[in-house]
Structures are given as C-alpha cells and as structure tokens.
C-alpha cells in the first residue's frame, strides 16, 4: 500500500465545523493525506459572524511543530488564520526552521471572515504581510485581500505565485488569477458561480491545492483539480445554515 502524503496544518477552530481546522481536516482525507494539525486560536461564531476569538498560549504554536517534526516527514504545510503577532512570530520562526527546507508552503491569507468580520490586528498584518506571506510557495488571497496586501507590501518582488481565487465575475463565472515567475506569467481558471453562499471555500480550497502539491503535481494542475473537487462539494452541499451553507467535502 502506498503511503499517505502528510500535511501539516496550521490555523484556527471554527466550532461550525464549515471553515478552519475542521475544513482543512475533511479536505485532506478526502485527497487520502494525513493531516497533522496545530491550533492558533479557538473562535465563538456561527454563520452570521465571529464574536471571539481565543489565542493560544504563547509557545504552544512552536512546541507542537517542533514535536511533529521530530517524529514525521512532513511533505506539505498550509497555514490559514494567523490572528495574533505572537502567533505570527512563532510560526516564522517555523518556517525558518531548517527542517522544513523545501517542503512546500501554501498560505491562505485570511483577514476577514466569510460573513465579513475582520480577524487580524493593523500591526498583525503588516508583520505577516512583510515576514511570512513572502516565504510561501503559494498564496491564494480573494480579491479583497489581495488588494489590501497589494496595498501595504510590494508583493510583485517577493512572492512567487499568488492565485487571487476571485479576481473577476465574467458570464456567470468566477474568474481566478495565478501569477507565477515573479509576475512575468500569468494564467486565468474558471468557476461556476452559485447563487448560494458557501462557508470555508477559501480554506478548502487551499488546503484541496496543498494536498496536490505534496503528491508533486504542479501548481496548475493542482488548482484544476481542485475546483472540480469545489464544484463537486458545493453541487453535494446539504446542510445550511442561517446565512451561509456548508460544502459537502466527504465525497465519495
């Protein structure tokens, strides 16, 4: 039997089980990978909005990777909420850690929450923007966000490969942006646009990419599969919520 990729994640608790940890978790088996998983914070929300959020305590972000890493070959990392600057400073001395020398990073950098809550502090931002989004293999922004990083940082020289996952709505469609090479390539994917709103399709969607990537498929490649499996969960979605509705990631 063929051994199962690892993923190492790295993010937050949505106790809806629609968004983080949980999301990245049911995305990861299904792509037949071993999720390890380290908290940032624990949060009190539902669909409507996040109303809390509870940071870890300090070192614990760096203890638990340092315990995982000491006892299994990690093959990929995707890092989704990163709400605090003392969060933040661990996991960059995470990804300078010489044991994850070419393992590849996919960072989703979440700012604000799907119902529109925003989840990072000005100076958190600044310091993620400027320290850690750089060192990530891909980073799969919103438009939203890709605007405000655009904004505050020149992501044009440092990051190699950013996919803006809604650059556009063209005919019903919603257009996603890959640019790669320092900008001097770039490639456009497309999704049906549904009418209903889905909870956790950023970090789904990620981690789907990540989980891709660990078995070395490219990145485009990776990004195609990926939406099918998207269009596949939200075409299965069976569970709503008040204002959002949940992807349907157990697919057989």
């Known amino acids: 039997m063929q051994k199962k990729k690892i993923i190492l994640i790295i993010g937050g608790h949505d106790p809806t089980g629609g968004a983080g940890i ?37 070192d614990y972000i760096y203890k638990c990777f340092d315990k995982l890493i000491n006892e299994f070959k990690v093959n990929v990392i995707k890092i989704g909420l990163i709400p605090s600057l003392t969060a933040s400073k661990e996991i960059l001395k995470i ?17 604000k929450s799907g119902s529109g809550t925003e989840l990072v502090t000005k100076n958190n931002l600044n310091y993620v923007i400027k320290n850690i989004y ?50 001097q390539k770039e490639k456009n994917f497309s999704i049906k646009k549904f009418k209903k709103k889905f909870h956790g399709t950023g970090c789904t969607f990620s981690t789907a990419i990540a989980c891709n990537i660990s078995k070395n498929i490219s990145i485009e490649k990776s990004i195609k599969i990926s939406l099918l499996y998207m269009k596949e969960s939200i075409i299965n979605s069976s569970v709503n919520g008040k204002k959002q509705s949940f992807l349907s990631r157990n697919l057989l």
Do not use: R, W
């Open 134 to 183: 750089p060192k990530s293999d891909l980073l799969t922004p919103n438009i939203y966000e890709y605007n405000i990083i655009k904004k505050l940082f020149n992501i044009d020289n440092n990051i190699n490969n950013i996919l803006v996952t809604n650059y556009s709505v063209k005919n019903n469609e919603i257009v996603l942006n890959l640019k790669t090479s320092n900008y």
């Open 95 to 111: 990804l300078s850690n010489k044991k994850i020398k070419n393992i590849p990073i996919i960072i989703d950098p979440i700012i």
């Open 22 to 58: 949980t999301a990245d978790i049911e995305t990861a088996n299904h792509f037949n990978c071993h999720p390890l998983s380290i908290l940032t914070c624990t949060t009190i929300q539902d669909t409507s909005g996040v109303t809390k959020i509870s940071n870890m305590p300090k």
